[in-house]
Structures are given as C-alpha cells and as structure tokens.
C-alpha cells in the first residue's frame, strides 16, 4: 500500500485535529504535529472528534519545523504545502508520489510565507469562491487525502459496500 504523510504545522482548534485523526485512522495515513499547537493532546475535545481511532494511528510530534525537517530527510522534493496562496490547484498533481507529505498551517495564518517562498513550486490551493478567506482545516486535509488516493486507484482501501438488512420495513 502507497504512503501518505499529513502534516500538521501547528494546528490551533483540537476538533480539527481529531477530524483529521480519524481520516488518517480510515485511510492509512500517517500523521505528523508540528508544535506549538494550541491545545494538549489530552484534551477532551480532541479524543472526541477522533472517536476510539486513536490506537489505529501512526502519529508523529515534532518541536518545530526545524525538528521535523531534521527527522524526515525524505520529505525533501515529496512535500505539497497546501495554501489558498499557491498559483496552482492540487488537483495539478497527478498522480502524488509514494511517501507524499501535505502539510496544512494553522488555523489561523496557514503556513509561514517564508516556507511557501522557499518551496514555491510545490505550493497547491484548493480552488473556492474569491470572497471567502478559506475552507476549514480538517476538510480540505479530507479532500486532499481522497484525491491522492483517487490517483492512486484507491490503493489498499476497500472501495464496495454491503447495505444491512432491511430491518426498518
């Protein structure tokens, strides 16, 4: 199975990050927090929004950027930073390489200008309406995720379903 990295720079609102926490635990994902973060991970709040998924995780805490540029020398040329600044749409890249890493900014100030200049070509934006600011974090982490996976064939993931008895008649 192909491998998605999701990072997170740090990420302010808990019940993003268990939304997104449970996107990783459905797919596969691995997910990478880069502090500071604007909650503790024992914050109701966020086990809430990640339901009993915890322990299907492959979750990864880093002291800053720097830290996580230090121990992911393999992100290198494999990271998309995911911006409404990016001059291109995500849905430019096809397919994604094995390894990818997305990293979202946070809440409120997305990524670091510096960070986008320094990887310019590597920036993507979801397209939306010019009057509206952004979309919320943990959906568009969803709606990248799936569209990797798309150009991936859904690799690895059960792709049928089995509607249940029809209990209600």
Same mark, same amino acid.
């Given at each position: 199975? %192909?491998?998605?990295?999701?990072?997170?720079?740090?990420?302010?609102?808990?019940?993003?990050?268990?939304?997104?926490? +449970?996107?990783?635990?459905?797919?596969?994902?691995?997910?990478?927090?880069?502090?500071?973060?604007?909650?503790?991970?024992?914050? %109701?709040?966020? %086990?809430?929004?990640?339901?009993?998924?915890?322990? %299907?995780?492959?979750?990864?805490?880093?002291?800053?950027?720097?830290? !996580?540029?230090?121990?992911?020398?393999?992100?290198?040329?494999?990271?998309?930073?995911?911006?409404?600044?990016?001059?291109?749409?995500?849905?430019?890249?096809?397919?994604? /390489?094995?390894?990818?890493?997305?990293? !979202?900014?946070?809440?409120? +100030?997305?990524? /670091?200008?510096?960070?986008?200049?320094?990887?310019?070509? !590597?920036?993507?934006?979801?397209?939306? +309406?010019?009057?509206?600011?952004?979309?919320?974090?943990?959906?568009?982490?969803?709606?990248?995720?799936?569209?990797?996976?798309?150009?991936?064939? !859904?690799?690895?993931?059960?792709?049928?379903?089995?509607?249940?008895?029809?209990?209600?008649?």
């Amino acid at each position: 199975m %192909k491998k998605i990295n999701i990072v997170l720079h740090e990420p302010e609102i808990p019940q993003n990050t268990g939304n997104i926490a +449970r996107t990783c635990a459905a797919t596969g994902a691995s997910l990478h927090i880069i502090r500071p973060m604007g909650f503790t991970i024992d914050d %109701k709040k966020l %086990k809430r929004a990640g339901l009993d998924y915890w322990d %299907k995780l492959d979750i990864t805490y880093y002291d800053n950027l720097a830290d !996580f540029l230090e121990k992911r020398p393999d992100s290198v040329g494999k990271t998309y930073y995911f911006t409404t600044k990016a001059p291109k749409a995500y849905t430019d890249i096809t397919p994604y /390489p094995d390894g990818v890493y997305i990293m !979202f900014g946070k809440e409120t +100030r997305g990524l /670091p200008e510096e960070l986008l200049y320094e990887h310019k070509d !590597f920036c993507v934006r979801i397209p939306m +309406r010019d009057t509206l600011r952004s979309l919320n974090l943990s959906n568009s982490v969803a709606i990248a995720v799936y569209e990797i996976l798309r150009g991936w064939d !859904f690799d690895g993931l059960r792709e049928d379903g089995n509607l249940t008895s029809r209990s209600w008649e």
